[in-house]
């Protein structure tokens, strides 16, 4: 059974930052894509960043410049490292896998088969 558990969200001020975590059982994060995600309140959820099984990062334009997407195989756990934050970042947060094993390079950042979700993990930040 595949578990994905998100952690380190919070409240922040604007500029402030967070780590977030996502600590993955019933797969193994070098062999799968792996990808964050946020949804804030009446909003779609947009894709954030996501990593190949092969560690190949690629952010969306929210992240660019501001969040480093990065894992430890060792641990199984995926993170999201999140600086100069600002209040439209304000969400609840996800990590994701994709479903199919060694999706590498620039494959991983336009999947659509993200199938394993996490429970969230809220941010907030206050301007």
Known sequence: QVQLVESGG???QAGGSLRLSCAVSGLTTSRYCMGW???AP??????VATISA???PSYTDIAKGRFTVSKDN???TLYLQMSSLKP??????????DYRLFVI???CS?????????QGTQVTVSS
């Not at 439209?88 to 990590?95: G, I, L, P, Q």
């Open 10 to 12: 919070g409240s922040v």
């Open 37 to 39: 995600f946020r949804q």
């Open 105 to 107: 390079g620039a494959a």
């Open 74 to 76: 060792a641990k199984n």
């Open 88 to 97: 439209e970042d304000t969400a609840m947060y996800y990590c994701a896998a």
């Open 110 to 118: 336009t999947s659509t088969n993200f199938r394993y979700w996490g």
């Open 54 to 56: 092969d560690g190949y």
């Open 42 to 47: 009446g909003k779609e959820r947009e894709r």
